[in-house]
């Protein structure tokens, strides 16, 4: 199995497993907000479900992006990916953060109305702290699969630089995801454990308004970071060097010119380049020196799918061409 493959199966394992978790605890916390009526309940509810969709739309994404070139889309369908985690951005932020301060906002006028709290007047108060505990294990096990997954792809480095420096956006997400509901969970607790001990339904606002801060701030986060892939980022220095190195190692190169890469999918890299080759006057001999750098580029960096290399005969006055006015 290629190093490309190993990563794409780990990151789907970390969202199927992320995906059952959320799905289960989804379905509790519906239960215990019915039950109760505590409003930070429904906020968790409602961010689980969206979590669930979330890994719904990776896994499409992840499918839909293996789909072959055709002539419509003839640098593939690698794109489908970032596509796919934008949209999580999205929902993260209407469906969770902004109907989680909704619900606050709802809570918060039904509590300056003097209305009766349901919380406070249910038998079955408990609930919502039981699953709360029984839903931080499952977030914390979601968690653990999705470090364990990530740890051969990030290669020591800081979890932040892992989640700015990666190119496959499912590990990214699922993480961010998880950590949230983790700190979600702990505002829920405090929510409505707070309620409970002071029987003053204010907590319960507190606790739903900060989930949905919350999540807001995870949804911002996250477009930030697919907004720059799906704009295209370069190809990391790492992989950028072993391309260079390819290159100018190649039979009849000289030197490169000038070189531009460009991520069109998590594991698809653009490479375009203008090489320096040797004087000749051989048209057979320059189609045989790019064939070679091609050959030695693709064994250094394999995610090179689309790959364009210029000859040129290398000038110390150089000048790259001014784009033409459109």
Sequence with gaps: MSSDQAHEGSSRVAVLAAMTANLAIALTKFLAWLLTG??????????SVADTANQVLLLWGGRHATQKPDAEHPFGYGGARYVSAFLVAVILFSVGGVSALFEAYGKWRQARSGAPDE???SRWWWVPLVVLVLAAVAETTSLR??????NPNRRGMP???????????ELPVVLLEDSAALVGLIFALFGVGMTLLTRDPIFDVIGTALIGLLLIA?????????RSLLIGESASPQAVARMTEAIVGSPGVERIIHLKTMHIGPEEVLLAAKIAVEPTESAR???EI????EVRIRAAEPRVSALYLEPDIYREDYRPA?????
Excluded: N, Q, Y
């Design 38 to 47: 505590a409003s930070s309940m429904l906020a968790e509810s409602i961010h």
């Design 119 to 121: 919380l406070l007047d």
């Design 145 to 150: 699969t999705a470090m364990r997954e990530s």
């Design 159 to 169: 979890w932040h630089r892992f989640i700015r420096a990666t190119k496959a956006p």
């Design 218 to 226: 995870v949804a911002i986060t996250l477009g930030i970071e697919i």
């Design 285 to 287: 001999r320059v189609a």
């Design 290 to 293: 790019i064939d070679g750098a």
């Design 322 to 326: 001014a784009p033409a006015d459109e």
